[in-house]
């Protein structure tokens, strides 16, 4: 089986690859655990300093993937409760990772894979890179992916974006600030590593990590509480007719009228 996740580690920097082109990057729980290990060795080793997220193929992560959201109309409460904590702590894990992590964003990140990009500390994107959180168009809720944005953005663009879930462009994912760079396609990764490179080579590693986490912990004193009800909301919307509806009509590439 070829690996789903790519890990390297040079000049300082682990670069991990999110590698399922052929499904365009969609999360399912192995990719989950996987990217989550892969997260927890860069922490633990002392060769890095800067980490960088990226994706291979035309799309940083399309979401849940198909197969995976079908398995989720199945599961039981208690089944649903232990799959969103899985998401919840990978994106805890990325959160509160006492080193930098930079996002290298290049094609759709979209309702998981938006969420996925934004909890990383600093995030560039392609002009052609679109984001979005897709969640009310399929029944579905954005319940943990929600925690993290409005850390980042206000009340009223967080309704926006989440209320209408409609997709959006990089230079529209500047202005509302949930991104902070946007550069050429030509040109995205020689700038990812040399932002890398300025942050290993002109700051103290340890300033970097008690830094991270005095924003981490002074920002969003209630995250903990708020992922808590998150996953319980996840868990339960997934028994929803809703969900089972507009999952099946997602599946089937069917037009819903709600």
Not at 211 to 229: A, C, G, H, R, V
Request: aromatic share 8%.
């Amino acid at each position: 089986m070829d690996n789903i996740v790519l890990y390297q580690v040079s000049d300082r920097i682990a670069t991990i690859t999110i590698n399922r082109p052929e499904k365009r990057n969609a999360l399912n729980p192995q990719l989950i655990s996987e990217l989550t290990e892969a997260f927890i060795v860069a922490s633990e080793d002392d060769l890095v300093k800067v980490i960088i997220l990226k994706a291979n193929g035309d799309a940083f992560s399309a979401g849940a993937d198909l197969e995976y959201l079908q398995q989720l109309q199945n599961n039981s409460f208690e089944e649903n409760v232990a799959d969103s904590n899985n998401l919840k702590k990978l994106f805890t894990t990325i959160y509160y990772l006492p080193k930098v992590v930079v996002a290298q964003v290049e094609g759709h990140a979209i309702a998981g894979g938006c969420g996925l990009a934004n909890v990383c500390d600093i995030i560039f994107a392609t002009p052609e890179s679109s984001f979005g959180y897709t969640e009310v168009k399929i029944g579905f809720v954005p319940a943990i992916v929600s925690c993290f944005l409005m850390r980042k953005v206000s009340e009223t663009v967080a309704k926006e974006i989440l209320l209408t879930g409609k997709i959006f462009n990089a230079e529209q994912a500047l202005a509302y600030k949930l991104i902070n760079f946007v550069t050429n396609s030509s040109e995205i990764h020689q700038k990812v590593k040399e932002f890398a490179l300025s942050l290993c080579n002109e700051s103290s590693g340890n300033s970097l990590s008690i830094t991270k986490q005095l924003i981490t912990q002074t920002t969003n004193p209630f995250l903990e509480k708020s992922l808590e009800t998150a996953v319980q909301i996840n868990a339960r919307v997934r028994e929803s007719d809703d969900f089972k509806k507009g999952i099946a009509s997602f599946l089937n590439k069917e037009k819903i009228n709600w």
